[in-house]
């Protein structure tokens, strides 16, 4: 890696640090629209725990200045200690090491194939310019793209779990699976369940995993496939109408070569950035997915803790979210200069 | 080049193929978890069931229980069609919030605690009773405790049960019964359910004040709870029904831990120097961590996702005959129903305005197959109520009662404290067509907070019903006749999501708006923190809110509804000297014939003040696999108690 390059990885990923400071002040802020009885609601669950509201604005300091909240806060952070999730009874740190694991999976599979399906059938879409398959695939696209995830999702699971016996189950694992998985037998390695089925050499656990996924795949892979088939398209018309193109061909270059090499790589800039974008944003929580099919990960937490004022959760996914983006955004960058040598990163 | 038409050929051909992979990959994924290792699959066990008998007497001088045993052997021969025969899967909504017996308040977490630990006694289950009824209020069976003695009123010993083992490995003792009971009322934290052993054992709703310095002394703590041998004697600081507090103590709030074990957990010492320093913690050492001596011990607790128990084969009864139990927290309600249907949850809640899809789907009654698999039972009844507030004082910043004056396009801030007001709003509603829209016809109309169920509940006592005539007529008499004459203005708040506040504030809007056209109802809806933070500060002109029991008795009633330090009767601005007189009496006596005079009174005082209006006591289904079997129901069980139950046809 030269010095530019490392220096230049260095000076983004700094970056993290103001950005980190911007989102918590920001948040804090935010939370002070909030009266301290509101803010206190996320201690009481039932009628008969709000007889001491005053007593638990006290203790937990809901009626303290924002700055003092603001620096309580960030002592205990530079301590390491992110505070506690309230909605999952647990430290914001732990809630986010128990949850990620479940979203990385999801990601882990339907990322690649939405991004790859997406571009293939964009190119094909694109080559094909208003013939038969580029109106079947704008048509898809159109109904994948506008179909409500929620919709889709219960559709799934009727029809491939409540119809089929079963077939694909909700959940991230069968029961027997589970039971397995939490006896001393089993070791959990990274808390995705394919992989450290494999690593256990459990292929029956494997395939359990995996059946789980399908559904919940399937449901982002049709929802997110369309949006970049369609930039795709889009992009490779560009490059297929640029002079270079026609030159290839005119030289001789086969069809396939043009529009492999020479425009479909130049088509990739835009898809790239997408391709980023939905990387950071799957691993962020994909919430309506991972709660039709009870598939907990760091989505179903974040919306909870929003939606309940859970004021560490969210700083504490916030503080994820901005590292993640931050640095996905870096990949891409770094993704432009090896599709595109002329971009030079400095 | 030539010139290609429609898909070609190549991309047809890959689009069947991919179709077919597609098609036998599903198979073969099917096909191969089949495969995958079961649970062996228990053909016959045979169990030891021990049936006490305790008299039912209130007030109890010498209690000895006659035990008998009785050898029953139970066949489960579990066709292949019962999925995970010896392991139950709940799919819930409720997430449990702490497993420390003392922190837990809600009905999540208790239903964990009172599987995995244990009260000195529990609530009598009578197994020759309908499954819906087996399970007794007023009515105790030993648990920890093998008999137990009322000395005085005022105080009660335990004969503590020996060769106990927690799961952790100690052997019970009286000390650990005595520590269990100071650690919670050290730990007390706000909010908890620690009053409701604060307020018989040291006459004190809460160890702290107001401003939350320490109120009370260790020697207090000290002296409620005492060894003596393998007796462990409470002294109570004033007379108190001794059926309410045994009914207190048998709950997740009386539950025993080991002392041992829960201060190497970080716990309370035991001793008078740094008691406050684990008083109202922000999470309390047992936040995660379990060691009981109940019938099941926690394998696992993944937060709002599920919690996992194993059977305790170290029980000192025989032991459970599940393996195990998986508590799920499944928010979505259409993958629990397919969970349902599938087998892969024995039992699932099923929310109210879900209950029409599983119509014909399951077969009512738990002692009968069914074809499609399912079965429930209906009409459980509650200890809980439902009920519309009137704010007497309302706050002048109010944003729910417009000009805030009587001039036709608001309130003013003492608007219901006319008597006249409030009667008119209780007869404008129409209880019957509530309880048929919001609770399907299954809930029932209580006329006072002593809801059926509860000891002196009066079948007699006296209920508004809707009159529309009878309204008018109070509204025309209300402020000498200027609500009649200028109208007015008021918002309607109900929390977003809760369908039976909605349509019990519709309904309002509609009768009140048909009387005469001066008067304007607006309905709105808002965010549970908001509703609640609207009600606390007497923002809301009418709220509705419910109740669900602590302990089956009036007085945990009475106290919210209506006594001016009572949550609600806070919230409304509403003092009665003479009525917090009568709840006091009756909350310290142990006469049962003076109990239900004070009662009644109460309830004739509380029709005529019309301070508020019971609208429903709901009553409950229950869901469950035909393979389950052994399930019971007890109205103040916080959920399912599984060591009675099996799987298997």
Request: aromatic share 12%.
């Amino acid at each position: 890696m030269s010095g530019d390059l490392r220096s230049y990885i260095i000076r983004r990923l700094l970056m993290v640090i103001p950005v980190l400071f911007g989102v918590s002040i920001l948040i804090f802020s935010v939370v002070q629209l909030f009266n301290p009885i509101e803010r206190a609601a996320l201690f009481i669950r039932s009628e008969r725990e709000a007889a001491n509201v005053e007593g638990i604005i006290r203790k937990y300091g809901l009626d303290q200045p924002i700055h003092i909240q603001y620096f309580t806060w960030l002592s205990e952070v530079l301590r390491g200690n992110l505070g506690w999730s309230k909605v999952v009874s647990k430290p914001v740190l732990d809630a986010l090491v128990t949850f990620l694991p479940a979203t990385a999976e999801l990601t882990l599979y339907a990322a690649p194939i939405t991004i790859l399906l997406g571009i293939y059938l964009g190119k094909k879409a694109a080559v094909h310019k208003d013939k038969a398959i580029d109106h079947a695939t704008r048509t898809l696209a159109i109904i994948g793209w506008s179909m409500p995830t929620f919709w889709l999702a219960i559709m799934l699971l009727a029809i491939f779990y409540g119809y089929f016996g079963g077939l694909f189950p909700p959940d991230r694992l069968s029961v027997e699976a589970s039971i397995y998985v939490q006896s001393g037998k089993f070791i959990r390695y990274t808390g995705i369940n394919t992989i450290d089925a494999l690593l256990n050499g459990q292929l029956w656990i494997f395939v359990d995993a995996l059946r789980h996924l399908v559904l919940p795949t399937l449901t982002l892979v049709v929802v997110q496939v369309a949006l970049l088939m369609r930039v795709m398209r889009s992009s490779m018309l560009e490059a297929l109408g640029q002079g270079y193109v026609v030159a290839a061909r005119a030289k001789g270059l086969d069809l396939k070569t043009v529009i492999d090499k020479h425009a479909g790589r130049n088509a990739m800039i835009p898809v790239a950035t997408l391709s980023g974008l939905l990387v950071s944003g799957m691993l962020s929580g994909v919430v309506i997915t991972e709660t039709v099919f009870n598939y907990k990960g760091v989505g179903w937490w974040f919306v909870r803790a929003a939606s309940q004022l859970d004021i560490p959760s969210v700083l504490g996914f916030s503080i994820f979210a901005a590292v993640l983006f931050v640095i996905t955004n870096l990949v891409v960058d770094l993704l432009y200069a090896y599709i595109d040598p002329r971009i030079r990163l400095t | 080049m030539s010139k290609r038409r429609g898909i070609g050929r190549v991309t047809l051909a890959l689009a069947i193929v991919l179709v077919l992979v597609i098609a036998g990959f599903s198979y073969a994924l099917f096909s191969f978890s089949q495969q995958a290792p079961s649970p062996t699959i228990v053909q016959t066990q045979t169990i030891v069931t021990t049936i006490s008998q305790i008299p039912t007497t209130i007030v109890q001088t010498v209690t000895t229980p006659q035990i008998t045993t009785m050898v029953q052997t139970v066949v489960t021969t579990p066709g292949p069609q019962v999925k995970n025969p010896n392991t139950l899967v709940i799919a819930t909504i409720g997430d449990v919030e702490s497993l420390d017996p003392a922190w837990a308040y809600d009905t999540a977490s208790a239903e964990a605690i009172f599987n995995v630990y244990e009260p000195l006694i529990f609530f009598k289950i009578d197994p020759s009773l309908p499954a819906e009824k087996r399970g007794l209020t007023g009515e105790f069976e030993p648990r920890l405790a093998t008999e137990w003695v009322w000395d005085d009123p005022r105080t009660v010993r335990f004969k503590i049960r020996e060769n106990v083992v927690f799961h952790c490995g100690d052997t019970l003792t009286p000390e650990d019964v005595e520590y269990s009971f100071e650690r919670a009322m050290v730990q007390d934290r706000d909010g908890g359910p620690v009053w409701l052993l604060l307020e018989p054992l040291l006459g004190v709703s809460s160890t702290r004040d107001d401003e939350g310095n320490i109120a009370v002394s260790f020697d207090d703590i000290d002296k409620a709870v005492e060894v003596d041998g393998q007796w462990v004697v409470f002294h109570l600081a004033h007379e108190f029904p001794p059926t309410a507090f045994l009914q207190i103590i048998a709950q997740s709030w009386g539950s025993i831990v080991s002392k041992e074990w829960a201060i190497e957990q970080g716990d309370w010492p035991g001793t008078a120097e740094t008691w406050q320093q684990y008083n109202n913690p922000e999470t309390p050492p047992l936040q995660n961590k379990m060691c009981g001596t109940g019938p099941f011990k926690l394998e696992s607790w993944e937060p709002g996702v599920q919690y996992v128990l194993v059977r305790n084969d170290n029980y000192w009864r025989p032991p459970a005959k599940l393996e195990r139990v998986i508590v799920k927290v499944v928010d979505e309600w259409t993958t629990r129903k397919f969970m349902l249907l599938s087998g892969d949850a024995d039992m699932v809640v099923v929310p109210r305005q879900f209950v029409p899809e599983l119509e014909g789907t399951a077969c009512e009654g738990l002692t009968s197959t069914c074809p499609t698999g399912i079965r429930f039972v209906k009409d459980l009844p509650s200890l809980s109520v439902d009920a519309f507030f009137f704010t007497l004082d309302i706050s002048t910043d109010s944003e729910y009662i417009g000009s805030g004056q009587l001039d036709g396009n608001g309130i003013p801030p003492n608007f219901f404290e006319d008597p006249d007001l409030r009667k008119a709003f209780a007869y404008a509603f129409d209880y019957e067509t509530y309880i048929k829209d919001a609770w399907l016809g299954e809930a029932i109309r209580p006329c006072s907070p002593i809801v059926q169920g509860l000891a002196f509940f009066d079948p007699q006592a006296k209920c508004y019903t809707f009159n529309l005539d009878l309204a008018r007529e109070h509204f025309q008499k209300a402020w000498n006749g200027q609500v009649w004459e200028k109208g007015f203005q008021l918002v309607l708040l109900y929390n977003t999501g809760n369908v039976a506040r909605q349509t019990a504030a519709e309904i309002i809007k509609k009768n009140v708006e048909s009387i005469n056209p001066k008067f304007k109802i607006e309905v709105r809806n808002v965010d549970w923190p908001v509703f609640l933070r609207s009600m606390i500060q007497r923002k809301l002109p009418i709220f509705f809110i419910g109740w669900l029991a602590d302990y089956p008795d009036p007085h945990n009633f009475y106290q919210p509804f209506f006594h001016s330090s009572g949550t609600f009767a806070q919230w409304q601005g509403y003092s009665n000297p003479q009525v917090d007189e009568l709840i006091e009496t009756a909350a310290k006596s142990t006469d049962p014939a003076e109990r239900q005079r004070i009662y009644r009174q109460l309830d004739s005082i509380y029709y005529e003040e019309a301070i508020s209006i019971p609208i429903d006591q709901p009553s409950g289904r229950h869901y469950e696999r035909d393979w389950v079997q052994g399930w019971h129901y007890n109205p103040i069980y916080p959920g399912t108690y599984f060591y009675t139950i099996w799987k298997g046809y």
